[in-house]
């Protein structure tokens, strides 16, 4: 079964501490790795798209790792700001179209 | 600015009442899809478009219609909603399916 799961499912840190968000796929066939923030009440945005070729890549302070062979990815943030308060999605692409989509984990971020 | 455009924003209707929510991007993308997202479900695709008169199902299609005559629009259509179908939706585009989706800032629809 295509699934994306993610851990945790909610986290809560200081402001100018250093997280990680994790995600393991179980995707077939496996295009890319995706993740995006969404903010409350708005529309998700893209932070990274990595191959299975890729297995880093980075988008300021978010930088995304990808471990093609036991299917798993993580996100860092590195000094996080109160503006990174969202959730942070994994999804998986299966194939040329499907989307695999995870549940998201909810981060905040305290001053 | 590029972007994604909902319309409209919040929408409550009752059951049955046929309504129409509008998608429309200005970058020229071919790829456009709709999504749903309620808790504890993550998002789930409803429907997708390759391109102009090319629509296919996602995961969740039952209940929804859509339309590309033109590019930059995608409209989903709900015949006769019913309660289940209370949601937050978002329409996405994309240069094409490996390209990030761009999202507009979704349609929170309620049906009594």
């Known amino acids: 079964k295509n699934q994306v799961e993610q851990s945790p499912q909610s986290l809560i840190i200081l402001e100018g501490k250093n997280c990680t968000l994790q995600?393991?796929?179980?995707?077939?066939?496996?295009?890319?790795l995706r993740w995006y923030k969404q903010d409350t009440g708005r529309g998700p945005v893209s932070l990274t798209i990595m191959t299975f070729s890729e297995n880093t890549k980075s988008n300021g302070r978010y930088t995304a790792t990808l471990d093609a062979d036991t299917k798993q990815s993580s996100l860092h943030i590195t000094a996080s700001q109160l503006s990174d308060s969202a959730s942070y999605i994994c999804?998986?692409?299966?194939?040329?179209?499907?989307?695999?989509f995870g549940q998201g984990t909810r981060l905040t971020i305290n001053p | 600015e590029a972007q994604v455009t909902q319309n409209p924003r919040y929408l409550i209707t009752v059951t049955g009442k046929k309504l129409t929510v509008t998608c429309s991007q200005n970058?020229?993308?071919?790829?456009m899809s709709w999504y749903r997202q309620d808790p504890g479900l993550g998002l789930r695709q409803i429907y997708y478009s390759m391109n102009v008169e090319v629509t296919d199902k996602g995961d969740v299609p039952e209940g929804y219609k859509v339309s590309r005559k033109e590019k930059r629009n995608f409209p989903l259509i709900l015949e006769s909603p019913s309660p289940n179908q209370t949601s937050l939706y978002f329409c996405a585009s994309s240069l094409g399916s490996y390209s990030p989706l761009h999202f507009g800032n979704g349609t929170r629809l309620t049906v009594t």
């Open positions: 970058m020229n993308h071919e790829y």
């Open positions: 995600c393991n796929y179980t995707v077939s066939p496996f295009s890319n």
């Open positions: 999804v998986g692409q299966q194939g040329a179209q499907k989307l695999v």
